[in-house]
């Protein structure tokens, strides 16, 4: 079984819109693209290489897709070694629609998604990792594909863009497996798939006033 794992930069408020340039995704008219780079220190660029400094392959959505092959294929990868391992990787592209892949080795997933990429874990090979791509993780997340999210929260907040954790997101339960903070403030934490969301209650025994409270809130739930 090959281990899925989401490498996200993510804001304050969750955003995960444009965090590499100005022109990287304006859509919505999102303008505060390029928001993560004051605060990519020698610390994070660190992690960055040790993550990705194994055998992977990528599995990415089309935008996602575009924005690295503009991009990384005209980095020298004998001196870059994240080029380098961007450049080995097999890239699984999902698509709505039939497109060439310049960027390879590269193979399209168009039809019956959910199962192609089910498959694709069963499969032989190294772990799949998923960058930015961040409805192809919506969907991911329905459907309890993510074996472990690894974040990079930066310390700020955006107000509006897309949000990493949308309507749809499947409740689920995570663990802490690791966590550090850079000197630039970014919180860089990996979590795992951990089971069902567990619930529990700190009031084992509500005075009246908690109980009319309650009966009050299920009556305005019905109403």
Do not use: C
Request: aromatic share 10%; proline share 4%.
């Amino acid at each position: 079984m090959r281990k899925l794992i989401a490498l996200s930069f993510i804001s304050l408020d969750g955003v995960y819109q444009g965090p590499g340039e100005p022109e990287e995704d304006t859509s919505g008219g999102f303008k505060y693209g390029g928001w993560t780079i004051r605060y990519f220190d020698k610390d994070l660029q660190k992690i960055m290489a040790t993550q990705m400094g194994h055998d992977y392959d990528l599995l990415l959505g089309t935008k996602t897709y575009d924005i690295f092959a503009a991009y990384w294929p005209y980095q020298d990868s004998k001196k870059d070694p994240l080029a380098a391992g961007l450049e080995k990787a097999t890239k699984y592209v999902v698509s709505r629609e039939s497109r060439e892949l310049g960027w390879k080795p590269a193979v399209l997933i168009k039809d019956n998604v959910v199962e192609e990429i089910k498959a694709l874990k069963k499969s032989q090979g190294p772990e799949l990792q998923v960058h930015g791509s961040g409805n192809l993780i919506q969907t991911l997340l329905k459907h309890d594909l993510i074996d472990e999210l690894w974040l990079k929260i930066f310390p700020v907040t955006l107000g509006s863009g897309k949000r990493l954790f949308g309507n749809g997101t499947m409740a689920a339960g995570f663990e802490l497996i690791k966590s550090q903070a850079t000197t630039t403030g970014v919180i860089v934490a990996n979590y795992r798939r951990a089971g069902e969301i567990k619930i529990g209650r700190f009031n084992t025994n509500p005075a009246g006033a908690e109980i009319e409270r309650r009966k009050r809130m299920e009556g305005e739930k019905h109403s």
